[in-house]
């Protein structure tokens, strides 16, 4: 059973800059698929990022491409989402999540394992 959680989350300007961390425990990153999704009020949950088991392949969704970047340590047993040149439209509760297997999915209903959330509001 892995457990996520996610930290990093906060209000912030537009333009602006955060850092999402997933932290894991009773299992590896580097043993599942991991993802990043959002999910704003009234709308469905949608995928933002992901990095497949091996880290050597990431995606990410035209929504935010060039501006959000995932990545992972595994000494730490931590993925990362950095988000730069924030939006009003990024707001949303932000939520990581694994899957134990090769690649990554862009489907939330693939994932196993899913952490509480963080709330990031963009200010314009």
């Known amino acids: 059973q892995v457990q996520l959680v996610e930290s990093g989350g906060g209000l912030v300007q537009a333009g602006g800059s955060l850092r999402l961390s997933c932290a894991a425990s009773?299992?590896?990153?580097?043993?599942?698929?991991m993802g990043w999704f959002r999910q704003a009020p009234g709308k469905e949950r949608e995928f933002v990022a992901g990095?497949?088991?091996?880290?050597?392949?990431?995606r990410i969704a035209d929504s935010v491409k060039d501006r959000f970047t995932i990545s992972r340590d595994n000494a730490k047993n931590t993925v990362y989402l950095q988000m730069n040149s924030l939006k009003p439209d990024d707001t949303a509760v932000y939520y990581c999540?694994?899957?134990?297997?090769?690649?990554?999915?862009?489907?939330?209903?693939?994932?196993?394992?899913w952490g509480q959330g963080t709330q990031v509001t963009v200010s314009s």
């Open positions: 999540a694994a899957r134990p297997t090769i690649s990554v999915i862009l489907t939330p209903a693939t994932y196993t394992y």
């Open positions: 009773g299992g590896t990153v580097s043993d599942n698929a």
């Open positions: 990095i497949s088991r091996s880290g050597s392949t990431t």
